[in-house]
């Protein structure tokens, strides 16, 4: 009976530590876009990494580092991310190639 009781508490804990790494990483995301606006390509690259490991299933946040890294001239960074998940917009590939020219 005790158990049942811990049950609900539980599972509230539970949700606000979800809720808690989901604001986290949505933060991580924004900085990352605000830094791209101010062009400032090294924090933004930073950022979409910070947002990527809280944000596992979004795949393109790891194309936005290697765009960002690219942009930055930092290319074997670049190239990295790029090589850790499947390329799938026009820009990604445009970056990915000129980090080998």
Known sequence: ????????????????????????????????????????????????IRAAHI???RDDLYEKAGVSYSKSGDFSKAIEYFKLHKISTAEGWLSFCACYI
């Not at 808690?20 to 606006?37: C, D, H, K, Y």
């Not at 062009?39 to 690259?45: C, G, L, R, S």
């Open 1 to 48: 009976m005790f158990q049942r009781k811990r049950l609900p508490y539980f599972i509230g804990i539970i949700l606000i530590v979800t809720a808690l790494f989901g604001f986290l990483g949505l933060s991580n995301l924004w900085q990352a876009e605000s830094a791209q606006r101010r062009e400032d390509h090294q924090t933004a690259a930073a950022a979409y």
């Open 55 to 57: 944000l596992f299933w």
